[in-house]
């Protein structure tokens, strides 16, 4: 054959698959664009600059990697949508006289032909797009205008080079079908599972058992490390269930409901059961992938864009005040002197202060036994978590000073406050050392930073530094040496963002250079500065929910299309045999559309039902980024399920037409 007629024929087929060839070619180009764009934002020369530019650069190469893997998995899923639909055409040619050498290269050429279409306007509209997502990217990080637009050559060389990579592994794969199928294989490609699939209890077991040990790990779960520890193992385990419940499950239910003869011996049940049996061997993952991809994408929607709304409530758990001074073990006398030089210098700067605190601690992790009523040192925090405490000891004089209290401890009295209701009334052990409860009190106003409410807090007010010595001891071989307290200055002012930074940065200039405290460590902090730093990660977190939010939905959006184009070509002949058997067209349209809906909104429906059972475990590990918003998480998630709910529905009225088209 002349190679000029390969090249011909090559674009007639893609021509005449136009159906089937462009929305693959559509989505290949918006997944290579996506591609370069993240990289071009990952590496911004502008990006270097920004405050809180490591926690962007973070989030925006962990987007190259995932958007990397999605597209890998996504277009050798989809390629196979392809393929199965031309392996009849593929057949013919073989029996009609053509080698499999020539038919390999008739695919070759069409690779070609679709990777130029695919990597030239990818980058094309890579690089149109890429300045709008840049806007939206300042935008979201309130980062004024620290990037630059330019073209990344990075990021053209890398595209090329990783999607290069891909379709070379694509037209291999087929090739490799091709070579290894028997023309009649071929012919029959695209009617493979019309034999009826066999009641596989063993697969629909495991899938209960899977999904159902996930959702159980989900609810159960009742602090946040543990919901870090297991989510990834949950999420597989779902998954796993998913695929199973699909695929052997639905069977395993739809040939239940045809022995309950009271329901399947009715016209509708009827041509809806049988039908759904027939194509569900076949269709089943691609349901499962439409569920698994939804539920990430409502997932990843409503998390990022909760963290992103509540963002101002996450700094405000994390800083207690505006500004705040902890000196890193310093003794009675060096705190004094940092106290002393610290008011020294909000009196001179003239600024409304409020809320000033001012306070002397040890931090320890300690598990407690409520039964024997005694404080130890765990070697396994994760295994303990529900008995753990972050217990702080303070001198009393730091509450009374705070207070204004005159109470007055002995050495085995102490003073309690817990958020957490500790179950203490009257006395208890920290190690081998008793010590009697003198009262519970209310929260002092300490402005103590904690990363993650995730651990149950307790305050404990002894008499002086010697007890919390003394105690500490009682810890040697875990904790090691003894250091002296940390010390704390926390303070609001009334004053704007700019001169809040002011203060801080004189502050942060006078401690640091004063001799007298260079043996001192300072970690000087303040709202205004750290701002910049969340607007950041939760900034890019919410920019990285929507753009791989776009993209899953496409990809839900492309594998829905081919799974109505699939089934339309399928159920063609099935429902033409039931009109000839005397069904009415009204009756088979009926049954076309019971079979469609209940079809293509199961996913979605255990979709909601996988973000229901997740939903405290979500909520927990978003205690862990200090997001204690729950009802706002709450509203997200709804207001995110709603919109999907809405959008999906859109999506099937558009691609059913494309099947009543096909059927009729």
């Not at 049940?269 to 569900?280: A, E, N």
């Not at 929607?301 to 902890?326: A, E, H, K, M, W």
């Not at 605190?357 to 009523?373: A, I, M, Q, S």
């Not at 409410?453 to 307790?458: G, W």
Request: aromatic share 14%; net charge positive.
């Amino acid at each position: 054959m002349h190679n000029f007629m390969y090249f011909k024929l090559a674009a007639e087929n893609i021509k005449k698959n136009a159906k089937m060839y462009i929305p693959y070619l559509i989505t290949s180009i918006i997944t290579i664009m996506m591609f370069y764009i993240m990289i071009f934002l990952a590496y911004n020369p502008g990006l270097t600059g920004m405050k809180g530019s490591s926690s962007v650069g973070t989030v925006l190469n962990m987007g190259i990697y995932v958007i990397g893997i999605f597209a890998v998995i996504f277009l050798f899923y989809t390629n196979s949508f392809l393929l199965k639909r031309r392996k009849k055409e593929i057949g013919l040619y073989n029996i009609l006289g053509m080698e499999k050498k020539h038919i390999a290269r008739i695919m070759t050429i069409e690779n070609i032909y679709s990777y130029l279409i695919n990597m030239i306007s990818g980058i094309f509209f890579g690089i149109l797009f890429s300045r709008l997502m840049l806007l939206l990217l300042i935008k979201i990080l309130r980062a004024g205008t620290g990037f630059v637009f330019n073209i990344s050559l990075k990021g053209i060389y890398i595209t090329f080079i990783f999607f290069t990579i891909i379709s070379a592994l694509i037209l291999l794969n087929n090739i490799r079908q091709i070579h290894l199928s028997k023309p009649i294989e071929l012919l029959k490609g695209g009617n493979v599972g019309e034999k009826e699939p066999k009641s596989k209890w063993i697969i629909a077991a495991t899938g209960i058992l899977t999904m159902g040990t996930g959702y159980f790990m989900a609810i159960t779960v009742n602090n946040a490390v543990s919901a870090l520890n297991y989510f990834f193992i949950a999420v597989i385990l779902v998954i796993i269930g998913t695929y199973c419940l699909f695929t052997a499950g639905s069977i395993v239910l739809l040939k239940i409901l045809r022995r309950n003869k009271k329901y399947y011996y009715k016209t509708n049940h009827f041509t809806s059961v049988s039908g759904m049996i027939y194509r569900m061997k076949q269709n089943a993952v691609g349901l499962a992938n439409i569920c698994i991809l939804s539920t990430m994408v409502l997932v990843m929607l409503s998390s990022t864009v909760c963290l992103y709304i509540g963002q101002d409530n996450v700094l405000n758990n994390r800083f207690p005040t505006n500004i705040g001074i902890n000196t890193i073990f310093s003794n009675k006398e060096e705190s004094e002197s940092v106290s002393n030089t610290v008011k020294k210098i909000v009196q001179d700067s003239g600024y409304k202060i409020e809320a000033y605190n001012e306070f002397r601690y040890k931090v320890y992790t300690l598990e407690f036994n409520k039964e024997e009523k005694t404080f130890l040192p765990s070697t396994d925090i994760t295994l303990n978590i529900d008995k753990m405490y972050l217990a702080y000891f303070f001198p009393i004089e730091s509450y009374i000073t705070q207070t204004g209290s005159d109470v007055v401890l002995n050495d085995e009295d102490v003073l309690i406050y817990s958020p957490d209701e500790i179950d203490i009334s009257d006395k208890f052990l920290i190690q081998d050392l008793n010590f009697h409860v003198k009262g519970m009190v209310e929260n002092p106003g300490f402005t103590i930073q904690t990363s993650g409410s995730y651990m149950k807090l307790v305050y404990i007010f002894v008499k002086d530094e010697e007890i919390i010595s003394q105690i500490h001891n009682q810890f040697g071989d875990y904790y090691g040496d003894y250091y002296k307290l940390s010390h704390v200055i926390g303070f609001d002012v009334i004053e704007n963002e700019d001169k809040q930074t002011k203060l801080v940065s004189t502050l942060r200039d006078t401690l640091e250079s004063t001799d007298e405290y260079k043996n001192l460590t300072f970690q000087i902090y303040s709202t205004a500065e750290e701002r910049f730093d969340f607007y950041a990660l939760y900034g890019g977190l919410f920019f990285l929910g929507l753009f791989l939010g776009a993209l899953f939905i496409m990809a839900t959006v492309l594998i829905i299309y081919y799974k109505q184009i699939s089934e339309g070509y399928e159920d063609k002949q099935r429902f033409y045999i039931m009109q000839q058997v005397g069904m009415s067209k009204v009756e088979v349209r009926k049954s076309i559309r019971s079979q469609v809906l209940t079809v293509f909104f199961l996913p979605l429906i255990s979709a909601i039902v996988h973000i229901i059972f997740a939903f405290k475990m979500i909520t927990m590990m978003l205690e862990l980024l200090n997001l204690t918003n729950v009802s706002l998480f709450v509203i997200c998630t709804v207001a995110t399920v709603i919109i999907f709910t809405v959008f999906y529905t859109a999506v099937y009225s558009l691609t059913a037409r494309t099947y009543y088209k096909i059927v009729e």
